[in-house]
Nanobody, 123 residues
Framework: QLQLVESGGGLAQAGDSLRLSCAAS????????MGWFRQAPGQEREFVAA????????KYADSVKGRFTIFRDNTKNTVYLQMNSLQPEDTAVYYC????????????????WGQGTQVTVSS
């Protein structure tokens, strides 16, 4: 029912900024809570950020608070992750995700996933 396609990853230097995009397609794309996760080499997948259906409420992992911003444009069915002050430890594959329930949480049924986009930050 929902398809997610990420874009915007790439190579950055420490201190640089990148903006990731996630385009959602489907008849009920605006009804989903959207989020971002990441997975670094040799590590478990971790939660990064999430936003509610209107974009008014957000949730962030402690490691990215103050540096990353999640927002969405429902006219375009797109959610973004603005990443500022990038650090080498931000290097990971970033995944867009969606859930169709009413809970904006890092846990639970994130049932829809994009293919991932690589972000590499060099020092």
């Amino acid at each position: 029912q929902l398809q997610l396609v990420e874009s915007g990853g790439g190579l950055a230097q420490a201190g640089d900024s990148l903006r990731l995009s996630c385009a959602a397609s489907g008849p009920t794309a605006r009804n989903y809570i959207m989020g971002w996760f990441r997975q670094a080499p040799g590590q478990e997948r971790e939660f990064v950020a999430a936003t509610g259906r209107s974009g008014a409420r957000t949730k962030y992992a402690d490691s990215v608070k103050g540096r990353f911003t999640i927002f969405r444009d429902n006219t375009k069915n797109t959610v973004y992750l603005q990443m500022n002050s990038l650090q080498p430890e931000d290097t990971a594959v970033y995944y867009c995700a969606a859930r169709g329930d009413y809970v904006m949480s890092e846990n639970g049924p994130w049932g829809y996933w994009g293919q991932g986009t690589q972000v590499t930050v060099s020092s």
